[in-house]
């Protein structure tokens, strides 16, 4: 629908395909949702720039992609990017930003980067404080689960 008002490269029509990345990387088709991430992110940084919220929205989903692909050292190097984003627009105690780091930190896991564990320990507190030991995302993260970033995607225009 966005994409037949907007066309292909307009922020509404990235936006659904960026949750469509997220719902395939759910249904664990990296393949098809690295696809869909990478599209995301390329227009969103070409349309809005490198730290608009929807650019690192679809960057963390692509990190992930190739975090779940084994593609560590990648998903690392844009976790990274995102983190920073996150918390110059943010700061460093929004949830975003804790959930950005979340996941930067389940990679340097991943990595064998010491000091990761208890890090990502002291972050996933955090968030749980701000938003609730019960959230879906604190208690993904705790499996330890990465979390994705879905848009709710803007009004019919």
Do not use: W
């Amino acid at each position: 629908m966005y994409e037949q008002r907007g066309g292909s490269t307009h922020p509404h029509t990235l936006i659904g395909r960026l949750d469509i990345a997220t719902a395939l990387c759910l249904e664990e088709d990296f393949v098809s949702a690295r696809t869909e991430a990478e599209t995301a992110a390329s227009g969103l940084q070409k349309r809005l720039g490198d730290n608009h919220p929807y650019t690192l929205a679809a960057r963390m989903v692509l990190a992930t992609v190739l975090a779940r692909q084994g593609h560590l050292a990648d998903a690392r190097n844009l976790e990274e990017q995102v983190v920073i984003g996150r918390e110059r627009m943010l700061g460093d105690d929004h949830p975003d930003s804790l959930r950005c780091r979340a996941n930067l930190l389940l990679t340097e896991l991943d990595l064998g980067i010491a000091g990761a564990a208890g890090k990502r320990h002291d972050v996933l507190a955090a968030l749980g404080a701000l938003i609730g030991s019960e959230h879906p995302d604190v208690t993904t993260a705790l499996k330890p689960g990465r979390l994705l970033c879905a848009i709710d995607p803007p009004p019919y225009y």
